[in-house]
């Protein structure tokens, strides 16, 4: 299977200048090979680095050390040490993160916010307008929401603009860090649906889920770390054990 994503040696280590300067290592030395339509789930206890695997991947947090190296159209691109300029781009086309939290301009409605995700994948407006309509559709939010501001929808409807947002028009690579935390049972179940059809697209999705079941259902591997390191790789079953 053709890699997309090639992390080596991977470390972060955070100052707490509030608390005398103390280090906080959360990452030390991550090797991890994502292949297009992989979906990998990243496990382990509170506090193993996972959030700061995927941050690191998505250059929001910069690494310490190491590479991250995503293959795009252009070839391969080491996201550690890239120029915001060009993170920017390849953020909008060619990487997408899903937390739990929507950010969102001032007064934007959920259909301006999903379709300015798919122009920077390359839609044209018309286009994008249509792509972010059936991708609010495939999340299921109600389309008197779809104008309204963002900033008085529920946490709920927030998680699911911004996974409409960043599966609309897939990009190679998708991150996504509690995608489906706020959602009730209907909308969880929509929202884990997607997520797993985006495996026959060719996507590679890199996932922290607390909930087991989600990993069961949508990971082909689970790593998990665990003080930084990757301790374990296998199927869900190996890693997490068939009776969990
Ligand atoms: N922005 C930050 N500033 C300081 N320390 C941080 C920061 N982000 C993470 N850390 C520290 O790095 C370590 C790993 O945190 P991280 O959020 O990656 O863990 P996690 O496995 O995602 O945990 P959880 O499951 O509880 O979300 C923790 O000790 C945490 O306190």
């Known amino acids: 299977m053709e890699q997309v994503l090639t992390v080596r040696g991977l470390r972060k280590t955070f100052t707490l200048h509030t608390?005398?300067?103390?280090?906080?290592?959360?990452?030390?030395g991550v090797d991890l090979d994502v292949a297009a339509g992989e979906h990998v789930a990243v496990a382990g206890p509170s506090g193993a680095g996972k959030s700061s695997l995927l941050r690191c991947t998505q250059r929001s947090y910069v690494p310490d050390a190491g590479s991250v190296v995503l293959r795009t159209e252009h070839g391969p691109i080491d996201l550690a040490g890239l120029p915001d300029r060009d993170l920017a781009r390849l953020r909008g086309r060619n990487l997408g993160?899903?937390?739990?939290?929507?950010?969102t301009p001032p007064r934007t409605g959920p259909a301006e916010v999903v379709a300015a995700a798919a122009r920077r994948r390359g839609l044209d407006r018309e286009p994008a307008r249509d792509?972010?309509?059936?991708?609010l559709r495939g999340v299921g939010l109600d389309e008197g929401l779809w104008d309204v501001d963002c900033g008085v929808l529920s946490g709920g409807e927030r998680q699911r603009v911004n996974l409409a947002?960043?599966?609309?028009?897939?990009?190679?690579?998708?991150?996504?860090?509690?995608?489906?935390?706020?959602?009730?049972?209907a909308n969880r179940e929509l929202a884990l649906q997607l997520i797993g059809s985006l495996r026959d697209r060719g996507v590679a999705v890199l996932a922290v889920f607390h909930d087991l079941d989600a990993i069961r259902r949508l990971a082909t591997r689970v790593v998990e770390l665990a003080d930084g390191h990757i301790v374990r790789s296998g199927s869900a079953d190996e890693v997490l054990g068939v009776a969990a």
Do not use: H, K
């Open 19 to 28: 608390v005398d300067g103390r280090q906080v290592v959360s990452l030390r």
């Open 97 to 103: 993160y899903v937390s739990q939290f929507l950010a």
């Open 131 to 135: 792509a972010a309509a059936e991708a």
């Open 165 to 185: 947002a960043g599966t609309v028009r897939p990009p190679q690579l998708l991150l996504l860090d509690e995608p489906v935390s706020a959602l009730d049972p």
